[in-house]
């Protein structure tokens, strides 16, 4: 989850984790600091 998305804020990401928790799932997410909502191509190669 890039953390300057503007499509899907990061908070809006982390409740519905937080939720997910709660139901017994278990997400599998990723939060890139100061991404837009697409990676850079930088970050891709990682």
């Known amino acids: 989850m890039a953390t300057q998305a503007a499509v899907w804020s990061v908070e809006m990401t982390k409740c519905l984790e ?20 697409i990676p850079t191509q930088q970050r891709c190669a990682e």
Do not use: A, F
Request: charged content about 45%.
């Open 18 to 37: 937080k939720r997910l928790r709660e139901h017994g799932r278990s997400p599998e997410v990723h939060y890139y600091e100061d991404e837009g909502h």
